[in-house]
C-alpha cells in the first residue's frame, strides 16, 4: 500500500500544530494515524469511541478547514476506532494467552462513520448590528484616511478574497474607523443580502463569552462565530489580559480566515504596540493589512461639518465652520459634538448662530492648544502655498512673485511670532530690520485694496494651523 497518505496526514499535523495550544496537539492529534486514504475517503484511526467523540465536538472546525486544504474539497472522512469488543473483565497482562486475546480483539475494530463532520450548523439569518448612517457615500476621504478607504472598498468588493485579510485598522479614538467598518459591511450586505455580515466591539465580544462559560455553552458560542462570512471587530484592545477569551478567539480567527472568510479589526494602536496579547493571536493581527487613520485634516474637517451641518438641516455660514474646522482638530466626535452644542445654545437663548456663539461654545466643549506657530511654521506655509522651494524664498531675487512671497512670510512672521525684526531678516534672506518693515507695511497696504492678496494670506494662515 502507497504511503502517500501519511505524507498527507503529517501536512495536516504541521498545520494543526500551528493552530492550536502545544498540550492539545499532544494529546488530542499526535495520538491520530492516517490508515488509508482511497477513493477521495481518508480513514483517521483513533484510539477510542470517547476520543472520536471529543475530537468531532471540539476541534472538527479546525480539522475540516485542514483536511480540505490538504485532500481537497471532496474529501470525506471515516474513523477506525481501536475498541475492544466485550473485553475481558481481568487481564493478566503476564499471561500470553491473554495477551493474544486482547490482540485478537484490537483487530476486530470497526469502522464508525459520522453523519457529515463537515456539515456546519444553521443558523437563521441576523442582525448584522449595522447602523444605517455609516455608509461609503458619507465617509469622506483625505490624505489622512486615503489607504483605509481604498483597501476597504476593495475588501467590501471581495471579502475574504483579498490580500487584506484580516484588515486591521488603527488609529485614535474618535477618527472614523467606527465609520469605515460598518461602511465595509454596509456594502457587502447591500451586494449579497444573505451573506452572514456582524458587527461588535470586543468589549461585547467578552461580555458574551463569560456568559457562555457560566452557562456551559462555549460550543454553541463558538459554533455561532465560525458560522459568520464578515466579522467586523471594533476596539481589540480590550482582549488585554484576558487569555481565555483570546484564545477562544484565536480558534474563531483561524477558522473564518480558513475558509476565506473576511476579518475586520479596528485597534487604538498598531500591533507591534500591543501589550497583554499572546503572541500566536498578535501574529495573526499581522497577516493582511495594518493601516492607520490618523485624524482628520482641515479639508477632511470641513466635509465632515458640511455633512453634518446638511444632514441635520442647519443653516451656518462658511466663516463659522471654517472657525470650527481650525480650531475642534482632535476627532470627528468632537466636531459633530460642537455642532449638537451650538445649536442647543442658539435654541436656549433663542438667537442666531454667530461666529461669537461658536467661540464660546468651541472654548468650552474641546480643549483648545494653540498650534505654536514659528518662522519655520510660516516658511513651509508660505512656499507650500506658492510652490516654491524654501532656498528659493530666501535668496535675494528681485522677480516679482519671489519678493511677494518672501514680504508674506515677514509679514506673517510679525504677525504670529515675537521675533523681532532683524532675527526675521535675518533668517529670511540676511535682510535687515528696515527691510522686514517695509516689507510689512507694503503688505499692509495692498490688503487694503487687493481682494486677491486678502485671500491668499487667509488661504495661507489656515495652513498655519491646520
Known amino acids: 500500500m502507497s ?27 499526535v495520538p491520530i494515524k492516517s490508515h488509508s486514504f482511497e477513493n477521495n475517503v481518508l480513514t483517521l484511526q483513533v484510539p477510542s469511541y470517547f476520543f472520536q467523540e471529543h475530537l468531532e465536538e471540539n476541534y472538527i472546525e479546525l480539522l475540516g478547514p485542514v483536511l480540505i486544504r490538504v485532500y481537497g474539497k471532496d474529501i470525506t472522512l471515516k474513523y477506525l476506532v481501536t475498541v475492544v469488543e466485550n473485553p475481558i473483565a481481568t487481564v493478566n497482562v503476564k499471561s500470553p494467552e491473554k ?17 457529515d463532520p463537515f456539515q456546519a450548523p444553521e443558523y437563521e439569518d441576523l442582525a448584522s448590528q449595522l447602523n444605517p448612517y455609516y455608509t461609503f ?28 485579510n484580516p484588515m486591521f485598522v488603527y488609529g485614535e ?20 443580502p444573505r451573506s452572514r455580515v456582524l458587527y461588535l466591539s470586543a468589549n ?9 462559560v457560566r452557562n456551559n455553552q462555549v460550543n454553541d458560542f463558538i459554533n455561532f462565530y ?67 487613520v ?5 479639508s477632511l474637517r470641513r466635509d465632515i461639518l458640511h455633512n453634518k451641518i446638511e444632514r441635520d438641516g442647519l443653516t451656518i455660514s462658511d466663516d463659522i465652520v471654517d472657525y470650527i474646522a481650525r480650531n475642534v482638530t482632535d476627532n470627528v466626535r468632537d466636531l459633530e459634538g460642537t455642532i449638537v452644542s451650538l445649536m442647543a445654545h442658539a435654541m436656549a437663548f433663542n438667537h442666531d448662530v454667530t461666529l461669537d456663539l461658536a467661540e464660546q461654545v468651541v472654548s468650552r466643549s474641546v480643549k483648545m492648544v494653540k498650534k505654536q506657530v514659528t518662522i519655520d511654521t510660516v516658511r513651509n506655509a508660505v512656499c507650500t502655498y506658492y510652490n516654491m522651494k524654501p532656498e528659493t524664498l530666501v535668496t535675494r531675487s528681485r522677480k516679482r512673485e519671489i519678493v511677494v512671497a518672501r514680504q508674506v512670510a515677514m509679514y506673517l512672521t510679525k504677525k504670529h511670532t515675537s521675533m523681532a525684526l532683524a532675527g526675521i531678516g535675518s533668517l529670511l534672506g540676511r535682510y535687515d530690520h528696515a527691510t522686514v518693515l517695509h516689507a510689512c507695511k507694503t503688505i499692509e497696504g495692498q490688503m487694503q485694496v487687493d481682494k486677491e492678496l486678502q485671500k491668499s494670506l487667509e488661504e495661507i494662515e489656515k495652513l498655519l494651523v491646520a
Not at 173 to 192: D, F, Y
Request: glycine share 6%.
Open 99 to 115: 495477551s493474544i486475546q486482547v490482540a485478537r480483539n484490537m483487530r476486530q475494530s470497526r469502522i464508525v462513520e459520522p453523519t
Open 204 to 212: 461585547l465580544f467578552q461580555q458574551q463569552y463569560t456568559t457562555a
Open 173 to 192: 479614538s474618535g477618527v472614523g474607523k467606527t465609520h469605515l467598518v460598518q461602511a465595509i459591511g454596509a456594502k457587502i450586505k447591500e451586494q449579497n
Open 3 to 29: 504511503l502517500e497518505h501519511i505524507a498527507l496526514w503529517d501536512r495536516c499535523l504541521s498545520i494543526i500544530k500551528d493552530n492550536v495550544d502545544e498540550i492539545v496537539y499532544e494529546k488530542w492529534f
Open 137 to 164: 457615500n458619507n465617509y469622506y476621504s483625505s490624505d489622512s484616511n486615503k489607504v483605509a478607504r481604498v483597501t476597504g472598498e476593495a475588501v467590501a468588493a471581495s471579502p475574504g478574497h483579498n490580500p487584506f
Open 226 to 292: 465560525q458560522s459568520i462570512d464578515v466579522l467586523l471587530m471594533d476596539d481589540i484592545q480590550e482582549f488585554a489580559g484576558k487569555t481565555q477569551t483570546q484564545n477562544t478567539f484565536f480558534h474563531i480567527f483561524n477558522h473564518l480566515h480558513l475558509n476565506g472568510k473576511q476579518l475586520v479589526l479596528t485597534c487604538d494602536r498598531p500591533p507591534v504596540e500591543l501589550e497583554g496579547i499572546v503572541p500566536r493571536l498578535l501574529t495573526r493581527f499581522k497577516w493582511g493589512l495594518q493601516t492607520e
Open 294 to 298: 490618523e485624524r482628520p485634516d482641515y
